[in-house]
């Protein structure tokens, strides 16, 4: 297909050129996105002819204070998905001279398991394992207060984590550049 003209060249931040085509035969300009890694004879041909100064200047790409914005979105996405995999993460802690699994899985687990050894009036204790995979012998009042104990470090843990996103988004919505912003890591 013979290029007849080309408007509006403007390179893109990945270095391929958009532009509007006129080719042969047709009546209206067609927007087309020229890359260099383009196979085809045509593709080759209107980067060619665009590079060459043939159709005019190319305009740089420019970094705008929307893609700034569609940026800062993304980056805040990600730290919430890093809040959600960090929350959900199993951790370990120590109460009455063990350490324990913690985090959702044990907290849902313990759980169900203290309220129906409670409501059993023929057992005064039972084992629970603790991280070490030890059984520990408690009383029914000893396994209430590890439930709390759990349910107070998972508390202790998704503060530190939240704290850790709002530092994140701070610092994020402090950043005017587009460099800044893609690179700011989330940890």
């Known amino acids: 297909m013979r290029v007849i003209k080309i408007l509006n060249p403007r390179y893109l931040e990945s270095g391929a050129i958009d532009c509007e085509v006129l080719f042969e035969g047709m009546r209206e300009f067609v927007p087309y996105t020229a890359t260099s890694e383009d196979t085809a004879t045509t593709g080759r041909r209107v980067r060619e002819e665009l590079q060459s100064g043939k159709w005019g200047e190319i305009a740089p790409f420019t970094v705008t204070p929307e893609l700034i914005a569609a940026a800062k ?12 995999e ?3 993460q199993s951790f370990t802690f120590e109460w ?16 169900p398991v203290t309220m129906v050894v409670k409501s059993e009036k023929s057992r005064d204790t ?10 520990v012998l408690m009383t029914i009042a000893q396994a209430e207060e590890l ?22 988004k701070d610092a994020l919505d402090k950043l005017e550049s587009l460099n800044l912003v893609r690179g700011l890591k989330i940890q």
């Open 126 to 135: 039972f084992a629970w394992n603790d991280a070490s995979n030890q059984a």
């Open 73 to 84: 979105d993304a980056k805040k996405r990600e730290i919430e998905a890093w809040r959600t």
């Open 86 to 88: 960090q929350e959900a």
């Open 147 to 168: 439930v709390a104990a759990m349910a107070q470090a998972q508390l202790d843990r998704n503060n530190e984590i939240y704290m850790r996103q709002r530092e994140l």
């Open 96 to 111: 009455n001279g063990h350490t324990w699994n913690a985090g959702p899985d044990s907290l849902a687990r313990l759980s």
